[in-house]
């Protein structure tokens, strides 16, 4: 087996005991503020907000400092650096006693984040990139099948078990991630000194399209911004929207809604990277925008849980287009000595997403009401697919450009 096709195995299972960890614990920090004595719909929202987005503020400063050092030292050991220091201070959020203490820990694991991105972009520099479709989509699988087992086993546990378990078996999860990473995945690096690589002006100095570029940049921060805005609320609607019958289970039937759009993803994602290697990844993703968009605005009318269900299984589909589009794009239009330092940026801007999104969600929230935030995401995703168009497919059939058939 060639080595690539052994890493990328590798770095799925990684990937997907990642994601599997990661989302035991999102949809339930909600509940988990509440219980931390935290009481009241505004204050309730804003701490939400603050607790989600504190963990990418940190991420988002720190991101490109970490991709020159991974294009230095290799991508491997920030694999290493994101599950162990993910796993001890995830273990550390189960122990405390106010919400305080949860802002400040969920802060400093800005500082060691980062797994899936440095999986991604570790196959992306290894991979032919006649295959770079297929691959990523198939990666991406990984993590998304992790989303899916995560809120439904954090959901069992949180209202069989307690909340603070969750974090706890969590933190074993991130564990099993680092021992994947330790033994199983290799890395051919060739170390770079420090003063070999160019600044950040002269990298984007060369790039043939720097435009096409710091579009991407922008639309990964859109996906992530409207993936995350509904976060900090998802739960408190759910628990508006559901039936008496329900209130006992509230945390499990929020992790079923949070995980069904990862059935979708996992179907969709390597499908439509092939489909995307034969008719154009610009295409692929301006098309899975522009349904995300429409999606958000009709849940603005949702009545019932099942209605939410079904809509966020159908945005599935596009976020299994999403991610993987925009790191097939930013492997086409980059230097490949530069992979790690773009991807890097490009981590920056998934975690400003992940800062905003929230902020944007809980603040609209408690100004506006729960429906709101769906309405301000539908149109921000729809500006966004209005600059894809412009700027990256407008280049692309310029270029008359198309990946080659895999």
């Given at each position: ?29 909600p ?10 719909h505004?204050?309730l ?21 970490w ?15 994101a ?10 959020q ?56 995560g ?31 330790l ?46 805005s ?18 006992d ?27 995307g ?7 692929i ?8 968009a ?10 019932t ?49 992940n ?33 894809v ?18």
């Amino acid at each position: 087996m060639e080595a690539w096709k052994l890493n990328l195995i590798s770095v799925w299972f990684g990937c997907f005991f990642t994601g599997m960890a990661m989302s035991q614990i999102l949809p339930f920090l909600p509940l988990y503020v509440e219980q931390l004595g935290v009481d009241g719909h505004e204050s309730l929202s804003i701490w939400s907000g603050l607790v989600f987005s504190g963990t990418f503020l940190v991420s988002a400063i720190v991101s490109p400092w970490w991709g020159s050092l991974a294009d230095r030292r290799g991508r491997k050991l920030m694999l290493l650096r994101a599950s162990l220091g993910m796993a001890t201070l995830i273990a550390l959020q189960g122990l405390v006693s106010n919400v305080y203490q949860l802002f400040a820990l969920r802060a400093l694991m800005g500082l060691t984040s980062g797994y899936i991105p440095n999986a991604m972009a570790l196959i992306a520099s290894q991979i032919p990139r006649n295959k770079s479709g297929w691959a990523l989509g198939t990666l991406s699988t990984g993590p998304i099948s992790g989303v899916i087992v995560g809120p439904l086993l954090g959901g069992l546990m949180a209202d069989h078990l307690g909340l603070r378990v969750v974090f706890f078996v969590t933190a074993v999860m991130m564990f099993v991630s680092f021992l994947v990473t330790l033994f199983l995945i290799k890395e051919n690096h060739t170390v770079i000194k420090k003063a070999d690589q160019p600044s950040g002006a002269a990298l984007f100095r060369s790039l043939p399209y720097p435009g096409v570029i710091i579009t991407l940049f922008v639309s990964t921060m859109m996906v992530q911004l409207a993936n995350s805005s509904i976060s900090p609320i998802l739960t408190l609607f759910i628990r508006d929207l559901t039936l008496t019958d329900y209130k006992d289970n509230i945390a499990f039937v929020s992790g079923m809604i949070a995980a069904i759009p990862g059935v979708a993803a996992l179907i969709s994602a390597p499908r439509l990277g092939r489909l995307g290697d034969r008719i154009g990844t610009a295409r692929i993703l301006a098309m899975a925008l522009a349904f995300t968009a429409l999606l958000f605005a009709i849940m603005t009318w949702v009545q019932t849980p099942i209605q939410l269900g079904i809509l966020r299984f159908l945005l599935g589909f596009a976020d299994g287009a999403l991610m993987p589009a925009i790191q097939v794009l930013l492997l086409r239009y980059s230097p490949s000595q530069a992979t790690g330092r773009i991807f890097g940026y490009n981590q920056s801007f998934m975690y400003l997403g992940n800062v905003v999104g929230p902020l944007i969600g809980s603040s609209v929230s408690a100004m506006m009401g729960f429906r709101w935030v769906f309405i301000v995401t539908a149109i921000l995703v729809l500006i966004n697919f209005i600059l894809v168009q412009h700027r990256v497919t407008r280049v692309e059939r310029s270029l008359s450009v198309s990946q080659p058939r895999g």
